[in-house]
T-cell receptor, first 111, second 114 residues
Framework: KNEVEQSPQNLTAQEGEFITINCSYS?????LHWLQQHPGGGIVSLFM???GKKKHGRLIATINIQEKHSSLHITASHPRDSAVYIC?????????????FGQGTILTVHP | DSGVTQTPKHLITATGQRVTLRCSPR?????VYWYQQSLDQGLQFLIQ???????AKGNILERFSAQQFPDLHSELNLSSLELGDSALYFC?????????????FGPGTRLTVT
């Protein structure tokens, strides 16, 4: 079992739908990243959070440290949101910032 | 644009060869991380440097090595290449070491070993 698990693995939506991607982790963490990877391959950091909730435009990320769970929400989805979304955990302790990654969620938004 | 640059963008080479991937961190960032993304393994942490010194090691093969230079750019050396080394190699940088600093990713180097 991976230390960081995402669900679903694949997600198809119609433009305008509300989307949720989930991330669960089994290790103690100090912070969690949400990353976006477009078909060209480049990775963009969307959020880093260690508690509560962060919002940027149509994207919202939440984390519950006690339940070891984080969610990424996209409101009013658009075809340009189509990408792979990856959660990545900063393990707690003296791990000097290395990230442990989920397997990614492939999101396709149809017009 | 994250401010992290990687060269080359694409690299095609043969088995048994050696290649060097280069990464320049964002201005002011002292920490550099190398990650490998392959189809079967996903993204994996390889190694981290902070201000010229190795800080953490992950699933890095003995055939691979890295270093960070005084100007803070970093190089990842891959030798005795095998078909299974074909992957995307990303570097990321952060202002400091540790778990509370956001990492910014470069565009990646796509390595194809034939």
């Amino acid at each position: 079992k991976n230390e960081v698990e995402q669900s679903p693995q694949n997600l198809t939506a119609q433009e305008g739908e509300f989307i949720t991607i989930n991330c669960s982790y089994s290790v103690g963490i100090s912070a969690l990243h949400w990353l976006q990877q477009h078909p060209g391959g480049g990775i963009v950091s969307l959020f880093m959070l260690s508690s509560g909730k962060k919002k940027h435009g149509r994207l919202i990320a939440t984390i519950n440290i006690q339940e070891k769970h984080s969610s990424l929400h996209i409101t009013a989805s658009h075809p340009r949101d189509s990408a792979v979304y990856i959660c990545a955990a900063h393990p707690g302790g003296t791990s000097y910032g290395k990230l442990t990654f989920g397997q990614g969620t492939i999101l396709t938004v149809h017009p | 644009d994250s401010g992290v640059t990687q060269t080359p963008k694409h690299l095609i080479t043969a088995t048994g060869q050696r290649v060097t991937l280069r990464c320049s961190p964002r201005s002011g960032d002292l920490s550099v991380y190398w990650y490998q993304q392959s189809l079967d393994q996903g993204l994996q942490f390889l190694i981290q440097y902070y201000n010229g010194e190795e800080r953490a090691k992950g699933n890095i093969l003995e055939r691979f090595s890295a270093q960070q230079f005084p100007d803070l750019h970093s190089e990842l050396n891959l030798s005795s290449l095998e078909l299974g080394d074909s992957a995307l190699y990303f570097c990321a940088s952060s202002v400091d070491s540790g778990n509370f600093y956001e990492q910014y990713f470069g565009p990646g180097t796509r390595l194809t070993v034939t």
